[in-house]
């Protein structure tokens, strides 16, 4: 796919199959995260990618619980909203089934480290478009970021004691007649552009 298609079609899958995700794409979708570029080339952006079904499962669990506890507030982000009000419903899973979800942390207190995750997380939506999958940007771990219990968990599958959850990606085959991932072109009604001569 070129590569201004494949900017231009990609969307945000929220309903996946569950066919598995072949590793050989999911290596591909990786390494465009890996080569994204990074504040002064630190490289410091860890993958940390999520496979089992049990581990997803009890992850959206722990999320979900952990979020029921939460109270609203005036002005809170809209999606954190969403995300507190469906926990409370007690039907609420962050990473919308995925069959992969790929957790994107750096060093702590280091001052890039939310850019140099976002552009591994656009690197690796734009593949992962290329390659014929959705994918969906996913904040719910770093919106938990102070929560022992989540923290503890992600500590459990690799995490380290010197890193925050700047983002995540879930991946896998969209759950569409065809197979793909939506690729209709939105209409841009932001994004303000200012040339200076």
Excluded at 119 to 145: F, H, R, T, V
């Amino acid at each position: 796919m070129e590569v201004y298609e494949a900017i231009k079609t990609r969307r945000s899958t929220r309903i996946f199959d569950k066919k598995e995700v072949e590793r050989d794409k999911l290596n591909q979708i990786i390494e465009a995260g890996r080569f994204a570029p990074s504040g002064g080339n630190s490289q410091s952006t860890h993958f940390i990618v999520i496979q089992s079904e049990e581990i997803l499962s009890e992850l959206a669990e722990i999320v979900m619980e952990e979020f029921a506890k939460m109270d609203i507030t005036e002005g809170m982000y809209r999606s954190l909203v969403a995300s507190i009000n469906a926990s409370k419903r007690g039907d609420y899973v962050f990473h919308y089934h995925a069959p992969v979800l790929i957790v994107t942390a750096n060093k702590t207190g280091y001052g890039n480290n939310i850019a140099d995750c976002a552009c591994a997380l656009e690197n690796m939506m734009l593949m992962a478009n290329a390659l014929d999958l959705g994918s969906c940007w996913i904040n719910q771990l770093k919106w938990l970021n102070q929560n022992e219990r989540v923290v503890a968990f992600l500590k459990r599958l690799g995490l380290n004691d010197d890193e925050i959850v700047c983002g995540s990606l879930s991946v896998g085959y969209s759950k569409s007649e065809s197979g793909l991932p939506n690729r209709q072109v939105s209409k841009r009604t932001g994004n303000p552009v200012t040339f200076v001569d």
